[in-house]
């Protein structure tokens, strides 16, 4: 599935022959990080994947190697090489917007999204919305279903699209990686989550998942 609006990601090019993520810019005034990119690129591997983490991982000050490693592999194929981020930055992003969406704190959702948000209605209406728009209609962009699908978020469930960001529920939630690096919401899509719905209610059905009440 399609990101309704797709933003590419810069990354490095031909990832499949690994790029070296020291440079002197980098290193010349920081003997501690100097060495931390060295390690790093001294694990440097033929695995597309993998050089994709060095590069991200060359951008960070303090990057979470092994959770990193044991999570890069999603549905979609690899979040770091399809993001450009690291598996732990999105795991900080959603286990934020979890926290937000439990607290019912208003102000601590709108820190997690990007503006303008796209926002597709359960009639598969497009608005960009503004800062004030937003926060005029949050209640209805927001309401409980919404919320408890956030709830619920988990890396797990994540699938990437290669340049377009990372998704959930067959597109009902869009990440995508910012100009800082940090994955904010930039789509909210109430019709896919109403499909999600359905599709996971047939799935139960089949037994092959959990009801859906």
């Known amino acids: 599935m399609m990101n309704p609006r797709p933003l590419p990601l810069l990354l490095c090019g031909a990832l499949a022959v690994a790029c070296s993520p020291v440079t002197n810019e980098q290193t010349a ?6 060495r931390l990119l060295q390690t790093v690129e001294a694990e440097s591997s033929p695995d597309p994947a993998d050089n994709c983490l060095l590069m991200v991982w060359s951008e960070q000050e303090e990057p979470d190697i092994e959770f990193d490693r044991a999570h890069d592999a999603v549905k979609g194929g690899a979040v770091s090489c399809a993001t450009g981020a690291s598996p732990s930055q999105f795991e900080a992003a959603i286990s934020a917007l979890r926290e937000a969406a439990s607290s019912g704190n208003k102000a601590r959702l709108l820190e997690h999204l990007g503006i303008p948000l796209l926002y597709i209605t359960d009639e598969g209406e497009r608005r960009e919305l503004t800062e004030d728009q937003v926060d005029e209609l949050f209640d209805e962009v927001f309401d409980a279903r919404m919320l408890d699908m956030l709830q619920r978020l988990d890396l797990s469930q994540m699938t990437v699209e290669k340049d377009q960001g990372a998704f959930f529920e067959l597109g009902s939630l869009w990440l995508v990686v910012d100009d800082s690096g940090q994955p904010r919401v ?12 359905v599709a996971a209610r047939e799935q139960a ?3 092959e998942g959990t009801r859906l009440d």
């Open 186 to 197: 930039m789509t909210v899509n109430r019709q896919a989550l109403a499909e999600a719905a």
């Open 205 to 207: 059905e089949r037994g």
């Open 29 to 34: 005034e920081d003997p501690a990080r100097q």
